[in-house]
């Protein structure tokens, strides 16, 4: 008798066939994984229906929203699936949470705070060890290459270039690999912290670049779990105005300040968008702009221009 498959199995099939077609379903394989032991566990039988969904979807009560609405968005595209096969399957109504793609409004870091979450990082325990090293280099990189937190993470010692100061990202999000030119203080940097890696790992069995105090590769979560110990200790949660800084905000801030610096230059922007846009990864252009977010400098020296561009046209 042919066994009748479990949710489990369906959710393996689902993921195999969408990589098949050359989706990238890491995030969406772990919820999904994460749904399928919460239905086993409860020893639903039967259809899936939404009150099963909606119920797992509730057990995160602190989640945003956007966060709410994405995983959502995984189980309907899941049950739409699953309902060629087993027709009676429900599928959950869209927009629930609202919108799955919605931007909340990015965290700018200003010089003082970059400067107090390094020195964060510094007291890290144990004293002296490699793990306070390994996240200020790691924040550090983020702060001044805008790289995405899951790039640095997935570096490997051949992907770093010190002789000639470049990194290179393999297979990244669009599954584009690109080469990220450092500045010499930033490879001086890399040397400093390879020497201290190597000194406490002679023999490391990862290929990672970043080791932890064990010397393995670091996972994202225990690094997410990390800044927010700092974060917390810093006070930044409890911040007038606006919610807790993130790490991806690192990644706006470097877009910001790059923006910032051609102004202040005196440099034509708007043709050197595309060179920013390839440095940090993005299919398009306009996935840059989605990084962009005005601040005080910014829009002093916008409204600077302004006036120049206006007195130009006024008659003497």
């Not at 595209?77 to 909340?104: D, N, W």
């Not at 977010?293 to 008659?315: M, V, Y």
Request: aromatic share 10%.
């Amino acid at each position: 008798m042919k066994r009748r498959k479990t949710i489990t199995d369906w959710v393996n099939e689902y993921v195999t066939r969408r990589q098949a077609l050359g989706f990238r379903m890491e995030t969406e394989k772990g919820e999904l994984m994460r749904f399928a032991h919460y239905v086993t566990e409860r020893g639903k039988q039967g259809p899936l229906t939404q009150a099963i969904m909606l119920e797992w979807l509730g057990g995160s009560p602190n989640a945003s929203r956007t966060y709410q609405a994405r995983k959502l968005a995984s189980l309907r595209s899941f049950s739409k699936y699953l309902a060629i096969y087993e027709p009676r399957t429900e599928i959950p109504p869209a927009k629930l949470f609202g919108r799955t793609g919605s931007r909340p409004a990015p965290h700018i870091y200003s010089d003082q705070e970059l400067f107090e979450l390094f020195r964060a990082c510094e007291r890290a325990r144990p004293p002296g060890g490699l793990r306070c090293r390994t996240y200020r280099l790691l924040f550090g990189l983020l702060a001044v290459t805008g790289m995405r937190v899951s790039e640095a993470l997935k570096l490997n010692n051949r992907e770093v270039d010190l002789d000639n100061g470049v990194l290179r990202v393999q297979d990244t999000k669009f599954r584009k690999s690109r080469l990220v030119p450092l500045h010499l203080s930033t490879t001086r940097a890399l040397r400093q912290y390879v020497l201290a890696r190597d000194t406490h790992h002679p023999a490391p069995q990862s290929e990672a670049f970043l080791l932890s105090e064990k010397g393995g590769r670091l996972p994202y979560r225990t690094v997410q779990g990390f800044f927010r110990d700092i974060r917390e200790r810093l006070g930044w949660d409890h911040q007038r105005g606006g919610r807790a800084p993130r790490i991806q905000d690192l990644r706006h801030t470097f877009a910001c300040r790059r923006i910032l610096a051609w102004y202040e230059q005196g440099l034509d922007v708007e043709p050197r968008i595309p060179s920013l846009s390839t440095y940090l990864g993005h299919a398009k252009v306009t996935d840059t702009y989605w990084y962009l977010t005005g601040s005080a400098e910014l829009f002093s020296i916008a409204g600077q221009r302004f006036e120049q561009f206006a007195g130009k046209g006024k008659r003497p």
